[in-house]
């Protein structure tokens, strides 16, 4: 019989923004903010990195028009007005209902929402036959 794994939101941090709970931004177009999301499983010490950039319509139409009229891809969380509380939440959420019978799955699961560090991570060789690289 196969256990679920559920993961967990472990932490959280943001280059952008040194605060994220007490950040306030001074404007709606201000909020464009980078969201690294450290994951992982209860029982382990060990998480992967997920990313979302969370920004609001106006933030996005300003970078929009600065890049040509087009912008394109995925990791992308729009909202009315900053809230952490609310997009915490909401992270919360996705990450709560991911489970899966293992961690890969869990991992393809999230990177429908997130940009995950290890996504088109492919082993080298060395790797694969469980032999460590050496640097000189």
């Not at 943001?14 to 007490?22: A, F, G, Q, W």
């Not at 999301?37 to 060990?46: P, V």
């Not at 933030?59 to 890049?67: S, Y």
């Given at each position: 019989m196969t256990m679920l794994i559920?993961?967990?939101i472990k932490g959280f941090y943001?280059?952008?923004?040194?605060?994220?709970?007490?950040w306030v931004p001074s404007r709606d177009q201000d909020v464009f903010v980078n969201i690294e999301?450290?994951?992982?499983?209860?029982?382990?010490?060990?998480t992967d990195?997920?990313?979302v950039v969370v920004a609001t319509p106006?933030?996005?139409?300003?970078?929009?028009?600065?890049?040509g009229g087009l912008l394109s891809g995925r990791g992308l969380l729009v909202v009315a007005h900053y809230d952490w509380k609310e997009i915490f939440r909401h992270c919360q959420n996705l990450v709560t209902h991911s489970g899966g019978d293992t961690w890969s799955q869990i991992c393809e699961h999230l990177s429908r929402h997130f940009l995950w560090e290890f996504e088109n991570y492919v082993?080298?060789?060395?790797?694969?036959?469980?032999?460590?690289e050496t640097f000189q």
């Open positions: 559920f993961p967990v943001s280059p952008d923004v040194e605060h994220l709970p007490n999301l450290s994951i992982g499983t209860k029982d382990r010490d060990g990195i997920f990313q106006e933030a996005i139409r300003k970078r929009i028009d600065k890049m082993e080298s060789r060395e790797e694969k036959r469980g032999e460590k």
